[in-house]
Structures are given as C-alpha cells and as structure tokens.
C-alpha cells in the first residue's frame, strides 16, 4: 500500500508541474487515474473514485480525436463510472460508461486489444440494462476485430496465447443477438468469427485453390508463393546464439510479417474478382445449411447471459433456448472428479440433449440399419463434458442419446465444411491418397507407467487390419521413426499414454520413446501440412486426446484430436479424459469391425465407434444387474489402469481429476451402485466429416 501512496504522490506531482498544452499530460493524467482507481479498489473510500473520474475525464479530453491511446484512456474512464453506477446505482454512469466505450471502441487508430477490450464492456454494460440491440452492434464490430489480434506471420503458440484472452466473448456477442431477437445466423456468425480462430487461419493457408488457378492464374500464384513463405518454419529466438544468427532470425521474422501483410491486401484483392466475393470468409447460409446434409449440426452455445441450441438443418436454422441450462451450474460440475458418473450424464439429458434431440424429432429409440447422425459443437465449458453419452441409462431405457442417434463432434461448421470439401476435391482428383497403410504404434512402456494392453491391442489391430486389405505396419517408437510414416498412411493408430499441458495446449503430446524432450506434441502436428494425402484414420488410444484442460482455451479448441485434423486425418477418434487399460481393446476391436463392415466409408468410422460404445455400455448394464443381485460381475483380472502420462504421484492431479483407480474388492462389488462403478464406454469421442 505504501508504494501505492508513493505513486499516486508521484503523479500529482508529475501532473501539477505538466502544462496544460503539453503532450504528455494525458499520459500524466491516465497514470494519476490509475493509481486513484486501484486505491479505490483496495479501500473502497468513494473521493478517490470520484477524483479518478474526474482525472479520467481530463485525460480524454487533453487527447487527440485520432491520436491512438484515446481508447485506452476512453476504456479507463468507463471502467471508473461503472465502478461508481455499482456503488451507487446511477443510471447515468452507466449510460455514460457505455458511451465512453462505444467512443473507444470506434477509434480506428487505437490498438486491436484495447478496441476489443472495450467492445466487450459495451456488450455486458448493457446486458445490466437490458440493452440488447447496442450490445449487438458493438458485438459486430468487435467480433470483427479478433481475427485481426494475430497476426499471420506469428507463430502459432504466440496465437493461441493471445486469442485466450477473448475467451467467451463470441459466445457472449451469440447470446445478445439471440436475446434481441435477431435471426439464429446472427448468433452462428458471431460463433464462427470469432471462435477456432487459429484453426481458421491454418485452414486459410492450406484451402485448395483450383478454382481461382483456373480463371485467375496470376492471382492463384500469388496465393501459393505467400502461402509457402508464410508455411516456412520460423527460427526460434531462444536458438539465435550469436550477432549473426540474431540478424537472420530478425530478417526472417521481418519476411514473414510483410508476407502476412501481402497476403491480406492479396484477399482483399482476389474477393473483388467476379465468383470470389466470399473468398476466405466465414461460411454463409446456404454453405452451412449444406453442411447439415448428412445430419443435424447442433451447436450448444454457453454465455453468462443465457444458454441456447442452434440447430442447423438442410431446410433451414432455429435456435431452441435451454432454461434448464445455467453457466454456473456447468462450471460446478466441470470441477467434479469424474465427469461420466450416471447422475452427470442425467443431468446432460435433462438439461441439454434431450430438448435438443426431441426439437430434431429424434424422440424414439432405434434399432437396425438406419441410425440419424448429429454433429455436437459445444462452447465454453460444456466442451468437457460427453454429451454423445448423456442419458437415463438403465435396463429398458430409451431416454439416452446412444439410444437414438450416432454422435460426432466437431469445433466449428466451418471445419465440417472444410473437411468435407478436402474429401470431395480428392476424390475426384489424381491426388486422391491410395495408401492400404496402417501405421500402429504401442507404447507399452514410457518411464514408469506400464500399460500392458498396449501390445495386446496392437497384435488384434494387426491382424484385423489385415482382412480389411491394410497392410499393417509397426514402426521404431521415436517421433523420428513415426512421422515419415504419417503422409504415406491410411490409419494411424496409437495406444500408449496422452499428455495434457494445462498452460500451453501446443506442448500436449503423444509419449513415445523420446520422452517429454521430443514427443509428439500438438505444436508439431500444426506445422505438419499432410492434406494431400489426406489419411482416413487417426485413432488415438490414450488418455485426454480431445480434453480441454484450461479455461482460456475452451473457444481455440485446441487439442490431440484437432491437432491431427488440422494436419490433414479426415476422422479423428479420441478421448475426453482417462482410458480403462483393459477396455481400450475392446472398444477398438468393435469400431475397426464395423468400419470393416461398412466398407471405410465416412460414416462407417462413426458408426463402428457408435457400435462400440453401445455394446460396451450394454456389458455395463449387465454388470450393473448383476452387482445388485449380489453376484460378482465378470471381471478381467489384474488391477486395470488408465492410460494417462504421469511422472509422479503429485501429476495425478494436475488437472484436477485424479487417475481412476477402478479395482474393487469382492465387498465392495456387492456393495457398489449405479453411481459408483466406473463407466470406461464414455469418454471415446469422433471427429470427422
């Protein structure tokens, strides 16, 4: 506190001897309003804030109209004024912090950060007020404005590090549109802009341009060249040891952001040609309507201001409101242990998938050959938890979405539609892959942890494989021996242990036998560019491929699962959290016979994952019955584990939900209910077109 005191004396001090003509008493007094409103913060004493506004209101008012921190301090002066409509209740600050806001938020000039900082406190200033209609019009200029906070020329990790800071927004902006009654698309614009913006700018550089080579060649090789330049490997600055090597490392960095420069002004250029208009932009109605062809799209939206479905079909768009469905009550459960316990899958039912699937008409059980498909793309928090399993699952029951339908998620419509169209231009092209390659990789042993159905899983796959005409194939277990492999396979399938960071998603990684020093790791995956090829499968047999672990990462959904996506697999399965040992072998069993049996179509990798699941939810049930019969279920024996990578005790915990012990003894079997024995079917999720 005492240097707090200092600063703001300081301040006074630098203000008082500054003129009232001079350019830096803005500054001077941004800073003194600073110092007031944290020691505001700090005691609460009201003359500091009212003495904070009125330095704020000086600062902007000593500020050019374009000069570029005239948001910042606009921004400052609305944070104080909402400060005081908390204390005091008055209106007209809070009318008055809005415009401040609104002002900031305009200033073209003004850093990107700060105009989307203040954008974002228009839309919940309003929201208090229920101003909904300002709060969308702020929402169209700020959902705008993030993809232009990373620049193309950075580096991913950089990305994803500064797109965590607007985590929530889209899904915020979503809400107010729905809110002031504008058209579900509205609500889906804003979610597709301003969510999986660096899975979007990877997806940019490496579309397929053989429209615009054949009617517009010189602008197709324009593309190319800056998409290559900008492909390149940048040098890591940690690596540069010398003056020479600094400046290399400088000059590269400066080649890349004036390639991302040119690239953006070329867009903007190609969008003007007649038939590209919509070159690179976020998908519109009749391309997102098209993308529900072969099933349902139901995006499961989660704000603060209310919670909603948007359901896209082949005949049109409806939003459906989910009053049971409340932000706080996700983020409690999210934080429990185990989030596939039966009374979470109920709640899923009750409060998510069951209004959605009876609004899509799918409100009856189904047995045989035909089974509706719906693609699951939830926000925020809900990305944790298994919505393909929610359910009543009990003997006789129907109210389960295995039940009625086969489940596959994905981040964005936008990736559905870019996967789909990756696969329609292979098929029809020379570039079609006709690779009969399964590259199977068991990792039995990485550092302590032995997973000893790991070669067991493999030695099935290896033979299974075989009688659907692949030609298995079993590499050295370094990241070096596997990915040469990568671009020449047709199934990539990994058991071994999955590795989450909770700080930097780009370090999770698959553990090979390099360790943690060179594992195969998300950042690696993203600079992999195997499109061309495009492998059928990756199946990721490890612990939390698709799991989300912070918070600030929720809207990049960045991920094993996506990684692998974005590098070019057309299907992805993978998990959510921890895998059962045991059962890893059965569920890859069934879902490689029925892709077997549906002949490797697209929808048979959904459908054998789907069969699976089911059957192995079923064996549940059977155990289940016979546990409250007082008979002992069938077991395998040994004290099954889970596949997740750890190093030491203290790592179990690491995010929050220690590894599942599912060993019981023979009391405890006789003893355990519906809410107690683990459900290991629950977590394997799909990915795919």
Not at 264 to 285: C, M, S, T, W, Y
Not at 327 to 335: G, T
Not at 588 to 599: F, H, N, Q, V
Request: net charge negative; hydrophobic share 35%.
């Amino acid at each position: 506190m005492a240097d707090l005191e200092e600063a703001i004396q300081v301040g006074q001090e630098a203000v008082d001897t500054t003129p009232q003509d001079h350019p830096n008493r803005a500054v001077r007094l941004n800073n003194l309003g600073g110092g007031l409103g944290n020691r505001y913060s700090r005691t609460g004493a009201i003359a500091d804030l009212e003495e904070a506004i009125q330095v704020g209101r000086e600062a902007v008012d000593a500020t050019p109209q374009d000069h570029s921190d005239r948001a910042r301090y606009l921004n400052n002066l609305g944070v104080r004024l909402c400060d005081r409509y908390l204390r005091t209740g008055a209106m007209a600050d809070l009318e008055e912090a809005i415009l401040c806001c609104q002002s900031a938020l305009s200033q073209p000039s003004s850093p990107t950060n700060v105009r989307i900082i203040t954008g974002r406190r228009v839309l919940d200033a309003c929201a208090i007020i229920s101003e909904w209609q300002k709060a969308v019009q702020a929402s169209e200029i700020t959902i705008n404005l993030i993809p232009k906070l990373t620049s193309r020329s950075l580096e991913n990790s950089d990305k994803q590090h500064i797109l965590g800071q607007v985590v929530g927004l889209a899904s915020d902006a979503a809400a107010a549109a729905l809110h002031a009654g504008k058209e579900p698309l509205v609500a889906l614009n804003f979610l597709e802009q301003g969510r999986g913006v660096l899975a979007t700018s990877l997806q940019e550089m490496r579309m397929d341009i053989l429209d615009l080579q054949r009617r517009y060649p010189k602008l197709a090789e324009q593309f190319n060249h800056l998409r290559d330049e900008l492909e390149l490997l940048p040098v890591d600055s940690s690596s540069v040891i010398d003056e020479g090597h600094r400046l290399t490392w400088q000059s590269q960095t400066d080649r890349r952001y004036k390639a991302g420069n040119k690239f953006d002004e070329l867009v903007i250029e190609i969008r003007k040609q007649h038939g590209f208009e919509d070159f690179l932009l976020a998908p519109n109605e009749t391309e997102m309507q098209s993308a529900a062809r072969s099933g349902p799209i139901v995006v499961v939206n989660i704000s603060k201001h209310r919670c909603d479905a948007i359901m896209i079909e082949r005949d049109g768009i409806q939003a459906l409101a989910l009053p049971d469905l409340h932000i706080e009550e996700i983020n409690s459960k999210a934080r429990e242990s185990d989030l596939g316990r039966p009374n979470i899958l109920e709640w899923l039912w009750d409060a998510v998938t069951s209004p959605i699937l009876d609004a899509l008409g799918f409100n009856q059980p189904l047995s045989g050959d035909y089974w509706p498909h719906v693609w699951w793309i939830p926000t925020g928090p809900l990305t944790k938890f298994p919505l393909h399993a929610a359910g009543r699952h009990r003997k006789g029951s129907s109210e389960t979405v295995l039940d009625r339908v086969m489940s596959s998620y994905s981040s964005s419509i936008k990736t559905i539609i870019h996967g789909r169209r990756r696969r329609d231009i292979l098929s029809t092209s020379a570039q079609s892959s006709t690779s009969a390659k399964a590259l199977l990789v068991a990792m039995k042993y990485t550092g302590k942890l032995e997973l000893p159905s790991t070669h067991e899983e493999v030695s099935m796959l290896h033979e299974l494989c075989k009688s659907m005409a692949l030609t298995p194939i079993e590499p050295g277990q370094r990241k070096q021996d596997i990915v040469p492999h990568l671009p020449q396979c047709r199934i990539f399938h990994f058991a071994g242990h999955g590795y989450t960071d909770i700080e930097d998603p780009s370090k999770s990684h698959l553990l090979l036998n390099d360790g943690k020093n060179d594992s195969l790791t998300i950042a690696n995956l993203l600079e992999m560019n195997i499109r061309q090829s495009s492998p059928f499968l990756a199946y990721l047999s490890a612990c939390g491929t698709g799991q989300i672990a912070n918070e600030r990462f929720f809207d990049e959904s960045i991920h094993l699962i996506s990684s692998f996506q974005l590098a070019g697999f057309r299907h992805v399965i993978g998990t959510l959290w921890e895998v059962n040992d045991k059962l890893c072998i059965d569920m890859a069993k069934i879902t490689y016979e029925g892709m077997k049996d549906g002949c490797m179509t697209d929808e048979s990798v959904c459908r054998g994952l789907h069969n699976a699941t089911k059957k192995l939810r079923d064996r549940w049930l059977d155990m289940l019955t016979e546990t409250k019969c007082g008979r002992r279920p069938v077991r395998q024996a040994g004290k099954p584990l889970t596949k997740r990578a750890r190093n030491n005790k203290n790592e179990d915990q690491r995010d929050g939900r220690p590894a599942r012990d599912a060993s019981m003894s023979d009391e405890d079997e006789k003893t355990e209910s519906i809410h107690r024995i683990p459900l290991h079917w629950v977590p394997y999720v799909h990915f795919g077109v």
